[in-house]
């Protein structure tokens, strides 16, 4: 998977990861994950939330009739892990899933899709070695590996990929890894590209991390007059322990953001592709849409001209009123030129296919300004 995809699966699995989540918290990840679901390593999340019916509609029968499909066509060791796991959970003496279970649990199956539901500790419990220590050397004090997992940045209250220039001073990064198992002293180095070129000097710093460290924050990059990016494109390097690097891109936007936004006058719906609003649907409006053939659904704003350009915030939500499930609920960045008149922001899926049949409502807004909302169907 490409690096904003690693971002954002690497984020909602730790979120899946957490205890007591409420309905609602499955609700949302449900629709993260499906949001992701052109990600092959999506599909046994969806699978065991289908299944136990974690934010969307309980279908056991279903699930498993899929996954036999699946383990008869394939051998990913996920899903045919996920498979003999959730036929232990329905019988727990099935001796067949059990010795399948052993062995795609040599095989790299973890526990991470049922949670405390798994029955892949009571199948391998008896060749498991006992209390395994910290993964460290005591002959040679060989430090623990550093399992790097994915980067986001931070200043000024934001955080994320996306920035404005006018909003952020000095912009650090926050570097997430597997927790630790023992006390580990690390020095990073990082330094920011701009393209091939250089843009700031190497910066260092001196960590001591403690068992269960997830992750660490570098020194910042900036001026404290704002405006120490320019738009465009940028990339971070982190260097550990002098030896292996990681890199993350970041969005800065020019100019500040304008919270107050513009005012909306009108909302129009059009269907198009998840790539891209094709040019030659942005204006054959509906209300009804086709599930087999529908992939983005894009809302086209008609706003008032702002005057000047400007960057603002777009927030889109969407929620099924089958179930009363929020299928959507994010913001994005525009930029809005100063005769700009209308602008589009989509929701949906990779392929066609996938919608859901029913009624949906959703409310746009463009920064602090009032909401408009209206529904619309998927037949």
């Known amino acids: 998977m490409d690096v904003f995809d690693q971002y954002l699966f690497d984020e909602i699995t730790k979120c899946y990861e957490r205890t007591n989540l409420s309905s609602e918290d499955y609700e949302e990840l449900y629709q993260r994950f499906e949001n992701l679901n052109h990600v092959p390593e999506v599909r046994p999340y969806l699978f065991a939330m289908r299944y136990f019916g974690w934010g969307t509609k309980s279908d056991p029968e279903g699930v498993l009739s899929e996954l036999r499909v699946l383990t008869a066509d394939a ?89 404005t220039a006018g909003d952020i001073d000095y912009l650090s990064a926050r570097v997430y890894i597997e927790p630790l198992k023992t006390t580990r002293k690390l020095k990073v180095r990082s330094q920011i590209y701009d393209g091939d070129n250089a843009f700031s000097d190497v910066f260092s710093d001196e960590y001591t991390l403690k068992p269960g460290t997830t992750n660490f924050k570098t020194n910042g990059w900036g001026n404290k007059n704002f405006y120490g990016y320019s738009d465009g494109i940028y990339k971070w390097i982190v260097e550990l322990d002098g030896d292996n690097t990681y890199s993350q891109e970041f969005r800065i936007y020019g100019g500040k953001l304008t919270k107050s936004g513009v005012r909306v006058r009108d909302v129009k719906l059009f269907a198009s592709k998840s790539s891209g609003a094709l040019e030659k649907d942005r204006d054959n409006y509906k209300s009804a849409f086709e599930a087999k053939s529908l992939e983005y659904i894009y809302f086209k704003l008609f706003i008032d001209e702002p005057g000047s350009d400007m960057t603002v915030q777009i927030f889109i939500k969407v929620t099924c009123l089958e179930d009363n499930s929020v299928f959507c609920n994010k913001y994005e960045l525009q930029e809005l030129d100063s005769n700009t008149i209308a602008c589009w922001n989509g929701v949906g899926y990779s392929q066609p296919g996938k919608w859901n049949k029913g009624l949906y409502q959703y409310s746009v807004r463009i920064g602090d300004g009032q909401k408009q909302e209206g529904t619309f169907a998927v037949y």
């Open 75 to 163: 051998r990913d060791v996920s899903i045919c892990g996920l498979y003999y796991d959730l036929l232990l959970f329905e019988n727990e003496n099935d001796s067949n899933a059990i010795s399948n279970l052993k062995e795609y649990a040599d095989e790299g199956y973890l526990d991470v899709y049922l949670k405390d539901r798994s029955h892949l500790h009571s199948v391998t419990k008896k060749v498991e070695p006992p209390k395994e220590k910290a993964k460290v050397d005591q002959r040679t004090n060989t430090p623990e590996i550093i399992k790097y997992k994915r980067m986001s940045f931070e200043s000024c209250g934001y955080s994320g990929l996306y920035f």
